[in-house]
Structures are given as C-alpha cells and as structure tokens.
C-alpha cells in the first residue's frame, strides 16, 4: 500500500520562506504526476502546484514565482519550495500522486494523498 507523508510545515513570518518534502512508500512514482494542493479553514481545497514526469511544472497563479516544484526521483520524493510567503499562504498542504495523463489541476484525479502538513504565515 502507497503511503505519502509530507513534513516542513509551520509557523513563519510574512515574506519568509518554508520547503516542504512529501516522501512517497510503498511503491515508486516514477512516472506519475506529484501535485500539492491546499486548503485553508473554511475554503475549498486548491491546486498549488504539480511535477509531472515529463519534466513539466505547474502552478497556481496565487503561486507563480514564489513557489517551486521539484522532485529527487531516486529518492521518491516531491519538494515546494515556498518564497516570499503571505498570511493568505496559510493553510493545511497537501502532497498527491495522479497517474500520468490524468488532468493535473484537478484534485479529484489524483489517487494517493498525504496527511497534510500546517503552514502558517502571520502578517
């Protein structure tokens, strides 16, 4: 069974910067889409960013430029890298793994998810 498990989250300041790792278990992702989504209190869950195996990369607007999506493929992992953050950055983020031509802005696509990791960004 698949696991992911993301890590790197907390508590920075405005304009600061946070990275956050989602190492996947249990199988490889070679070939698949590793995306990062959101969810802040009270609101949808959003697509932020995606890695597909292509070598592509994909980002929210809200995003793009302070946000980099990369991934060690010898080490099955999936990192964002997380610039000049905003208070409006804060939420509970969310790493996920679709099969590759599946639609990756689409959270629905995608068949594994993490646990979440907390972002928080104070004014």
């Known amino acids: 069974q698949a696991q992911l498990v993301e890590s790197g989250g907390g508590l920075v300041q405005a304009g600061g910067s946070l990275r956050l790792s989602c190492t996947a278990s249990g199988r490889t992702f070679r070939s698949y889409t590793m995306g990062w989504f959101r969810q802040a209190p009270g609101k949808e869950r959003e697509f932020v960013a995606a890695d597909e195996s292509s070598s592509s990369t994909h980002y929210a607007d809200s995003v793009k430029g302070r946000f980099t999506v990369s991934r060690d493929i010898a080490k099955n992992t999936v990192y964002l890298q997380m610039n000049s953050l905003k208070p409006e950055d804060t939420a509970v983020y969310f790493c996920?793994?679709?099969?590759?031509?599946?639609?990756?802005?689409?959270?629905?696509?995608?068949?594994?998810w993490g646990q979440g990791t907390q972002v928080t960004v104070s004014p």
């Open positions: 996920a793994v679709a099969r590759p031509g599946r639609s990756w802005r689409r959270g629905e696509n995608y068949d594994y």
